[in-house]
């Protein structure tokens, strides 16, 4: 069994042959255990590193063509007229069929290629030869490769009749080239490729998968990235608009507010808006009143006709000095920091404020509190 076993090329291409290199002589050796098939012994190795005929082979060192061994299943060389295709599914090929494959094409039942691929593995395990493509081929109910191969093996063995001593599967793997490389592949293959590798599959000679790639398909792909693409893009924005503080642009506590002979005698609201301070001015002194009032912190209304400030939330009136008289603050409004700057203009800080505590001394008589006018 193992010398006829031994015929078998599997993946390994016919004569003439190039020497081949570790690489190929070791998947060659992995696709053999896989497969059940007896090993490249190391005589083999060195032909094939060589480029050179197998011993066993036709032209090999260790046969003759009289004295190569018998094939597993040999080819007899047809005749011309057993080249033409045959009339029923029991073909001719029929003739290069073990008789368990012979037996079950006999029956008729069409196989499937998980079948095929279930009974590799059984024989694999066994240790029993595996199917040839051509048994495979007539298991699948294929006549018309079937007779193909027959057919090239023919003509293979009208070119050179000595290769008519070549194994079945040789012979077959030798004329059918790629599309017994197919044949082969979908013995092994069982179940659907995954989606997305069709360029790969295509690539490795197995029918591709997916969807067409039509324009239609093409521009549904983009616009699918694209709403991706837009998706991430605001999803990393707002992320990292996150870690971004939370800042209060509040107004500058040192400005300058003019000359002190902008304002007048009385008060003046021109800065309230603004900076939240009035500028008052006295026979004697310029000072700013910080509009705040001392109660619980809303703005005061200056009530020009009454000459009085007075607060909208609970009724606190202060004097148009900004001193309380009425209502449930309890002490004047403060008054800002106040001082002339190199160029003239009056300075004002509100940072720096001066109050006048209820029962406590005033400190709007303090340097800063006020201009003299
Ligand atoms: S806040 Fe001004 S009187 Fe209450």
Request: one cysteine or more; hydrophobic letters at 40%.
């Amino acid at each position: 069994m193992a010398d006829e076993l031994k015929g078998i090329l599997g993946h390994l291409p016919p004569l003439p042959r190039p020497a081949l290199n570790n690489s190929v002589i070791g998947m060659e050796q992995a696709y053999r255990q896989r497969k059940g098939l007896p090993l490249l012994s190391d005589a083999d190795i060195e032909a094939l590193k060589a480029g050179q005929p197998m011993p066993w082979e036709e032209g090999g060192s260790g046969v003759t063509s009289s004295s190569a061994p018998a094939p597993p299943a040999p080819v007899a060389a047809p005749p011309a007229a057993t080249a033409t295709p045959p009339p029923a599914g029991a073909t001719a090929a029929s003739t290069a069929l073990s008789p368990d494959v012979a037996k079950w094409v006999a029956e008729g039942k069409k196989w499937s290629k998980s079948a095929i691929a279930a009974e590799q593995a059984r024989r694999g395990r066994k240790g029993l030869p595996a199917l040839t493509n051509a048994e495979v081929t007539a298991l699948l109910g294929e006549p018309a490769e079937a007779a193909a191969t027959p057919a090239v093996a023919a003509t293979s063995a009208a070119k050179a009749p000595a290769a008519a001593a070549r194994p079945a599967v040789a012979s077959s793997a030798v004329s059918t080239g790629s599309s017994v490389a197919r044949s082969g592949e979908s013995t092994t293959y069982v179940g659907t490729p995954a989606v997305g590798t069709s360029k790969a599959a295509a690539a490795g000679g197995v029918a591709s998968v997916g969807p067409e790639n039509s324009d239609v398909n093409q521009s549904r792909r983009r616009f699918a990235w694209a709403a991706v693409a837009a998706f991430l893009t605001a999803w990393f924005l707002a992320f990292f608009r996150f870690f971004l503080p939370r800042t209060l642009f509040e107004p500058a506590t040192s400005f300058k507010i003019g000359y002190p002979a902008d304002y007048g005698l009385g008060v003046d609201t021109k800065w309230q808006q603004k900076y939240r301070i009035w500028v008052d001015r006295t026979p004697d002194r310029i000072f700013v009143i910080y509009a705040r009032c001392t109660h619980l912190g809303c703005t005061p209304d200056w009530k020009p006709s009454e000459n009085k400030f007075k607060c909208p939330c609970h009724g606190s009136g202060y004097d148009s000095e900004g001193v309380n008289f009425e209502g449930p603050a309890p002490r004047p409004m403060d008054r800002a920091n106040i001082q002339i700057a190199p160029d003239g203009q009056i300075l004002v800080d509100v940072s720096r404020l001066y109050q006048w505590p209820k029962g406590q001394p005033s400190q709007f008589n303090d340097d800063g509190a006020y201009l003299p006018a």
